[in-house]
């Protein structure tokens, strides 16, 4: 079986925060009377005229209104943000209240300023390495 889902993206910050989460809404009801069976919000910090809301609380709450056979999606959790035993209990939480139908996405962020904004060293970060020339 194919299963298909919907990557919720940045919002203008011109938008407001009651405006946003109306949208979300309207497009989750939409996505789920489409048949789709995910839905995933990533994450960013200080995204300059951009906004996204915070995956982990928004997701608890989606959790109480979407159907049970929606699972949700951390699209990439930038997780050196974190203190891990933070992210680990915030995660365990969330799984609990989403009745095991959380997915997570993690990676190591790749915005220098989100690094700074919260007092995070961007050198925490492993540089990429080059793919081998063999």
Do not use: K, N
Request: proline share 10%; glycine share 8%.
């Amino acid at each position: 079986m194919i299963r298909t889902g919907l990557l919720m993206t940045d919002i203008p910050r011109s938008v407001g925060p009651r405006q946003q989460f109306s949208d979300i809404l309207r497009v989750v009801d939409a996505a789920q009377a489409a048949g789709l069976t995910y839905v995933c919000f990533g994450q960013h910090f200080l995204y300059g005229d951009l906004s996204y809301p915070q995956p982990v609380p928004l997701l608890a709450r989606l959790a109480a209104h979407v159907d049970p056979h929606v699972r949700l999606v951390t699209s990439v959790l930038v997780t050196p943000l974190y203190h891990p035993v933070v992210l680990a209990e915030e995660l365990a939480t969330l799984d609990m209240v989403t009745e095991g139908r959380l997915v997570v996405g993690a990676g190591i962020g790749y915005v220098p300023d989100e690094f700074s904004c919260l007092g995070v060293p961007f050198s925490a970060v492993p540089a990429p390495t080059s793919p081998s020339s063999c």
